[in-house]
C-alpha cells in the first residue's frame, strides 16, 4: 500500500503523515515514512538546492524534484512496497503537478507526464489531500517560508485549483479531507476513510 498526503504549505499534511504512520505501526503494519523533495542522500541534496538556493528557472525546478523522485523511488518506495511494506510518504507527484505544472505555469500534463516517465508510472495507492485555503496557509506559514512560500498567495490559489483538479480526475485515489478542523478530527477522518 501506497499513501502520499499533499495540501497547501501549512495544511498539516506533515503531522497528519506522521499519525497515521504511528496508527498503521499501532496495528502491526511495516511502514517506510518518507518525504518528498528528500528520503535518500541525493534527494535531501536536491531539497537544498531547490528550497534554499537562489533563483531556480521553472523548469530547472521541476526536472530537480523528478530527479529527487526518481532516486526516491527506486532507492526506497519501490523496494519497500516490493518486500510488502506501507509507503507513507510526504509530498509526490501531485505536489510538482500542482506546483511547477499548475502554480508555476509550466503545464498539468507536461510535468505529469515527466514524472510518470521517471518514476516507471508509479502512482500512489491513496494520496490524501488536506485541504486549507491559500489565505489560511498564508496566516499559518507567515513570511519566514522557503523560497516558494515566499511566492504566496497567488501561487497558492492556483495550486489549490490544481488539487481540486487532480482529486476530480482520480477520485478513486483521492481523499479529500477539511484541514481546518483540529489535528485529532483530521486525523481520525483520515483513519476512517482509509480502512
Ligand atoms: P514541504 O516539505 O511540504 O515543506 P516543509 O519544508 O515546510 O516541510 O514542501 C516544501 C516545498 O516544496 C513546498 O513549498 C512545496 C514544494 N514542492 C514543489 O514545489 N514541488 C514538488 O514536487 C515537491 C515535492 C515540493
Redesign the pocket.
Known sequence: MFVTFEGL?GCG??TQAVLLADALRGDGVEVVST???GGTPLGEAIRDLV?HGGHVAPWA?AAL?AASRAQHVDGVIRPALERGATVVC???ID??VA??GV?RGLGLEEVLALNLAVVGGLLPDRTVLVEIDPETAAERVGSS??R??RDGIALWRRVAGAYRTLAERYPERYVVVDGRRSVAEVAEEIRDRLR
Open positions: 504549505d499534511k506533515t518525504r518528498e523533495p528550497l525546478e524534484y510526504d509530498r509526490y505536489s510538482s506546483y511547477q502554480g517560508g522557503d516558494i512560500e
